[in-house]
């Protein structure tokens, strides 16, 4: 590749490389709303405070609509 750099693979075009990085993305929200609802259900089980379980809700909504909107 370093005596013939055009031999080498050519690198996806621009579209397929944002389909990637969203795809990606996504991935890595759905598994932060799944570590957040384990979380969630912990802190119910303490029996936490109304004012942390808002902000969880919250946040847990934030992601949602983040992954619908990747979708």
């Known amino acids: 590749m370093v005596v ?3 031999a080498g693979r050519a690198l996806p ?3 397929l490389q944002l389909l990637r990085a969203l795809t990606v993305r996504r991935a890595q929200m759905v598994d932060a709303r799944k570590r957040l609802s384990a979380q969630i259900s ?3 089980k303490q029996g936490v405070s109304a004012e942390l379980e808002d902000m969880d809700s ?3 909504a934030f992601l949602e609509s983040q992954i619908s909107e990747l979708e």
Do not use: M, V
């Open 58 to 60: 919250s946040l847990k």
């Open 4 to 6: 013939r750099p055009e």
């Open 42 to 44: 912990a802190r119910r």
């Open 13 to 15: 075009d621009e579209e």
